[in-house]
């Protein structure tokens, strides 16, 4: 019972953060790119993809797999299913017509958007640390790595990006930690003060070319 709650809270962490990318500070890179008002108002835009990320769609296929399983035990004892990408294809082939090809298309757009996302906040980290002339090594890496992980060597896929998820996790949550009283001295002033529609007039830090 205890391992099995240990495993459960291991790999949900770990693919909660595949899910909604809360608290590895990657998200904000693309938030700091927007326009805006101020700060507070980007932030509470931002909040709200994970309450839509995880809330809603992971729930929604978590409901899709248990109705599922109940109305299909065979499902689990057949012995076809060894992953739980082999559970989720077998519950929404269950669904008459058009289970299947929800599937394919959701797919399609998490891969396509995730691609393009991290693409994003590597672009941006290796230009901040090395300066534009990495950026062309960067996506030259970026693809070859991005095409082993499609021919399917997936468990060491997972297991590095574990790992490297984990070190950007946890150096930004003792951060953002260490930076609680400033967030709470700014969502007071913006959010509880109602001064959402104030002008935030510092100026953007520009990354000098290199």
């Known amino acids: 019972m205890g391992s099995g709650l240990m495993m459960a ?6 693919r909660g953060l595949f899910s909604n990318e809360s608290g590895m ?11 805006t008002r101020n700060p507070a108002r980007q932030a509470l835009v931002s909040m709200t993809g994970t309450f839509w990320d995880t809330v809603i769609i992971c729930a929604l296929t978590g409901i899709v797999l248990v109705s599922t399983m109940i109305a299909n035990p065979d499902i689990m004892t057949s012995g076809q299913i060894t992953a739980g990408a082999d559970l989720t294809s077998a519950a929404f082939a269950k669904i008459p017509y058009i289970g299947t090809p929800i599937l394919i298309f959701g797919m399609v757009l998490f891969a396509y958007s995730t691609i393009l996302g991290w693409s994003y906040y590597g672009n941006r980290c290796v230009t901040y640390l090395f300066g534009k002339r990495a950026i062309r090594p960067y996506q030259v890496l970026y693809v070859v790595v991005a095409f082993l ?13 574990d790992i490297t998820n984990a070190l950007m996790a946890v150096p930004n949550i003792i951060v953002v930690l260490a930076l609680s009283g400033l967030i709470a001295r700014e969502t007071k002033h913006y959010v509880w003060e109602n001064n959402l529609e104030e002008k935030d007039e510092t100026p953007i830090p520009v990354l000098d070319n290199k």
């Open 25 to 35: 500070g990657s998200a904000p890179i693309v938030a700091s790119a927007a326009t």
């Open 149 to 161: 992980g499609a021919i399917g060597i997936g468990d060491l896929v997972w297991t590095i990006s």
């Open 9 to 14: 809270l291991q790999f949900g962490c770990a």
